[in-house]
């Protein structure tokens, strides 16, 4: 799947009832030690608010899993899951807080997970971070969504013009 973006994915009243509930100081937000896969030693920060975690992957134990977990904000974002281009399942969820830094990081490259399921990544503002796939960067704009294939190896910048790059990760069938 060759990577494509859309422009003002939501209607004004959808976006704004989102960038609104995520802007403000009531969202709880997770530290996370790494934005990619934990393999590589990082030292930017980075926080997320967890909207959905489905079964990523049957637990190796043989037990059965936890039934998924929605955040109470999920349903300011269930326009977004039902504009998705061949929405079956929702994977996962989550809103991603890159802080400001004084130069532009790049993260480490990653996928999302093994399995084959497509990809969509919403941003909440404008700023100068991105999404880079391939030799390609996605710049980070307000109420644009990038699909793209989250089996191939991407990353995400930071941002240096606004305090914080705010956008929603999601993987889905």
Request: charged share 25%; glycine share 6%; hydrophobic share 35%.
């Amino acid at each position: 799947m060759k990577p494509y973006t859309v422009d003002n994915f939501l209607n004004e009243k959808e976006f704004m009832n989102i960038a609104h509930a995520v802007s403000g100081p009531d969202i709880d937000w997770h530290y996370s030690y790494s934005v990619a896969d934990g393999s590589e030693e990082e030292t930017d920060m980075y926080f997320i608010h967890m909207l959905y975690m489905g079964l990523a992957e049957m637990p190796k134990d043989g037990t059965l899993p936890k039934p998924p977990e929605k955040s109470g904000y999920y349903h300011l974002f269930e326009p977004l899951f039902e504009k998705l281009p061949d929405f079956k399942l929702l994977m996962r969820a989550k809103i991603n807080l890159y802080g400001r830094t004084p130069e532009i990081v790049h993260h480490p490259d990653h996928v999302d997970m093994k399995q084959e399921h497509m990809g969509a990544l919403f941003s909440l503002n404008t700023c100068d971070g991105g999404t880079v796939i391939g030799d390609e960067k996605f710049d980070s704009v307000a109420n644009r969504i990038l699909f793209f294939d989250p089996t191939q190896p991407h990353h995400s910048t930071s941002t240096t013009d606004v305090k914080r790059r705010l956008n929603v990760n999601i993987n889905y069938l």
